[in-house]
């Protein structure tokens, strides 16, 4: 009888807190009723489907960024190579300009050395010009006046060489 008892006021109390829920949920707007468990079924499946068909999506998606990512790496390596190709051309193209300069530099020591040596030619061909051949004759004498200038020479050498032994 004690048992039977328990169970009584047990489900007594389990019936009370299920209208207590029941009450609750009115105020709400919850009721519960067997339709409204298939239209929660319809709804989940409506859901899965959706979730279904937004997993294919994301797979499409996916795909695509595959895509597009494999495509923008190869751009990336090729803005690297034309990057690399650009400097390197601007660093040729400032070295051309140094070696520019240098050869400005170096036709205007050009352009002087040429006005220099065209001075040089213009005295050498007024020498050349004002230059007279001396005469047989002239060259006859100085040639003598060598040979005497040669002699005294070699007999003051001796001389000094004789005084040195004294």
């Given at each position: ?58 797979l499409q998606i996916k795909k695509v960024i595959g895509h597009y990512n494999t495509a923008l790496t190869k ?92």
């Amino acid at each position: 009888m004690e048992r039977i008892r328990l169970k009584n006021t047990v489900i007594k109390s389990q019936i009370i807190k299920a209208k207590k829920q029941l009450i609750q949920r009115e105020q709400l707007g919850e009721d519960l009723r067997p339709v409204d468990f298939y239209q929660l079924k319809i709804q989940r499946d409506e859901y899965r489907k959706r979730i279904r068909q937004c997993a294919v999506y994301i797979l499409q998606i996916k795909k695509v960024i595959g895509h597009y990512n494999t495509a923008l790496t190869k751009h990336k390596r090729k803005l690297g190579h034309l990057t690399n190709e650009f400097n390197s051309i601007v660093t040729e193209i400032n070295s051309n300009k140094l070696q520019a300069k240098d050869l400005e530099l170096k036709c205007l020591m050009n352009k002087t050395e040429i006005k220099f040596a065209e001075k040089q030619v213009k005295l050498l061909k007024t020498l050349m010009d004002d230059y007279e051949v001396p005469t047989i004759l002239d060259l006859v004498k100085l040639k003598k006046e060598l040979r005497t200038l040669e002699k005294t020479f070699t007999n003051l050498k001796r001389y000094v060489n004789v005084e040195e032994i004294i």
